[in-house]
């Protein structure tokens, strides 16, 4: 008898181990990404009764809204509901204790937002915020809500989907995971599982012709905000000799005619997190490979008086920054990421860690160089990088700041005339406000000799507009399961303003409330009854309109 028993405790054993290792999941919504979107996306399919798997690359969840970029794009905070609003009161909650203060008191903080306060007690929201803090909300709804998140886990974009009448049935990932869902979201900044999918998509900038468009396409001589060469500075080595070759980051390429398409994207960069306490700050290190005459062009600047170095050291929480591009030349690694969106997951590494070296090169550059004005070194002495955020990382940001990849082209594409509310949105399942903003794409010679940088657009929509479902889906004929609320269907230009991180996860609740609408009623995606949906988002605090609450 105890043989026997012994046996059966053996074989529970054995088949809880096999259950470990299986290689095949199936769950009514398969979730792709780890970004804001992906786990408002899941939360509100849990919400919804539906079982969920996300299915992330990344190890941190939250995307940008947890790896740095904590002073949040806000624009018109009263458009910004549902889960989104949520998300940034746990967030007013969390710094409600006072524990949550360790680096400075509460009172010391100086309450800064971007547009609007950073704490908003009347709402009982915040949206300034230390990247750890917004990591831990995320975290805590994946508990809250029992969320199935297998991490690091990567999408075989060669031969890894499969599709059948349409549809995605299922996807295997390189570590030979199979997952099998009834709807897939598509929540990654990249646009992965669309583009394997075989759903039309374009990158770089189209032509303002293709749209009707004003600020799409190249934009030569278009210089906005201040990150433009207000000053005759040489792009050679030495100085007015065309001869002696090009600075470092200086492309020799005609740069375009203004209005038309091109591949460029707008600059990526690294939303560091910095401090300014003693006991918080670790010193700037020296990259690998370091190369001073990198950064000569900025020495240039700074020669030519120009003094704004720390204009985007925003304020966050303890004592601590959100550092951003600013000014001609800055964080933006312009011009070195127009190959990321199609490149394989190594080149992307690749990318990315150039990336890291040319800002951590930047920050030692300012710290150290004697070329450098010496009050603007003995500013930087006061900063390093945060200790206590990014600690399994050498506290630098886990997460690249990839401002625009692909862009769907589905049953909608969003434009620039919907943001300025030249149309008439029929089926809006939330909302954006933020400016029309695109970073510099490329830093080109001008005819007369002389250094600039061409891509920098800053344009306000006159109020908050509609976002259709529409962008939201493929067509049809393409796929009928798949939704992409991070990669939606929008021109460039468009997409400057959506692309905010409130708007991410307004579209990635949308995207799930549609999902389980088109599971319920075994329907494609592109059929679901917005009547329905809408009724939907708007007992869920969706704000579809201005003026609704």
Known sequence: MKNLLLCFIMLGMFSACESSKSKKHEADIIIYGGTSAAITAAVQAKKAGKSVIVVSPDTHLGGLSSGGLGFTDTGDKSVIGGLARDFYHRVYMHYQDSAAWKWQRASEYGNKGQGTPAMDGNARTMWIFEPHAAEQVFEDYVKEYAIDVRRDEWLDREKGIVKSNGKISSFTTLSGQTYTGKIFIDATYEGDLMA????????GREANSVYGEKWNGIQVGVLHHGHWFKSDISPYKTSGDSSSGLLYGVSADFPGVHGEGDHRLQAYCF????????????PFPKPDGYDADHYELLARVFDSGWRETFQKFDPIPNRKTDTNNHGPFSTDFIGMNYDYPEASYERRKEI??????????LMYFLSNDSRVPEDVRQQMSQWGLAK?????NGHWPHQLYIREARRMIGEYVMTEHDTFSERKISD???MGSYALDSHNAQRYVKPDGYVQNEGDIGVTPKQAYQISYGSLVPKKEECTNLMVPVCLSSSHIAFGSIRMEPVFMILGESAA???????????????????ELEKQLLAQHQILALGSK
């Open 271 to 282: 939303r560091m997190c910095l401090s300014n306490h003693p006991e918080n700050r670790v």
């Open 196 to 203: 394997a999918a075989n759903v039309s998509y374009h990158v």
């Open 428 to 430: 809006p399942v939330g």
């Open 388 to 392: 206590d955020e990014f600690t399994d």
């Open 352 to 361: 990315t860690q150039a990336h890291e070296d040319y800002q951590k090169g």
């Open 513 to 531: 409330t549609a999902a389980v609408l088109a599971i319920d009623q075994n329907i494609a995606v592109q059929d679901v009854n917005y009547s």
